[in-house]
């Protein structure tokens, strides 16, 4: 198990170190990016959903949309009914930088995850799956016990 664990945290580091590059180019950090990816220009989400989604507490959350924001790249408004739920949305700058940031990271995945056949990328993905459904348990097991 240990060696498994050793891989996977390899490739985690490599995939970050990785990530970073690419998001760098756009000045945003990996953790700016997954945000815009849960963003839309419509419908906005609340502060505690998208820091639950980041898997930050919300004091992080709500400096991570400051800077955001701060940039142009989405809005904050208060919700209708109940003043102390904020919603984010995207901007349309923020969109656009979204949009280029996503190229850019899909042209890095496709020159190192493209040689894999379809059944390796089906199989691999399947794996995948199987350990971050176990992770996302455990995570909530050990949460429930804090």
């Known amino acids: 198990m240990e060696k498994i664990h050793r891989l996977i945290h390899d490739i985690y580091v490599f995939i970050d170190a990785q990530d970073h590059w690419v998001f760098g180019e756009f000045d945003l950090t990996c953790t700016q990016y997954r945000a815009l990816m849960l963003l839309d220009l419509a419908e906005g989400i609340s502060l505690t959903t998208l820091a639950h989604k980041l ?8 400096r991570l949309v ?43 995945l496709e020159s190192t995850l493209g040689d894999f056949v379809p059944e390796e990328q089906e199989y691999l993905k399947c794996l995948l799956g199987k350990l971050r459904g176990r992770l996302i348990d455990s995570l909530d097991v050990l949460s429930e016990t804090s």
Not at 55 to 62: E, H, M, P, V
Not at 70 to 99: K, M, P, Y
Request: without cysteine; proline residues 0%.
């Open 55 to 62: 898997i930050r507490n919300r004091s992080t959350a709500t």
């Open 66 to 108: 400051a800077q955001l924001e701060q940039r142009g790249l989405v809005q904050r408004f208060s919700d209708a009914t109940d003043a102390r739920v904020h919603h984010i949305v995207l901007t349309l700058a923020g969109d656009e930088l979204r949009s280029q940031a996503r190229r850019a990271h899909l042209e890095v």
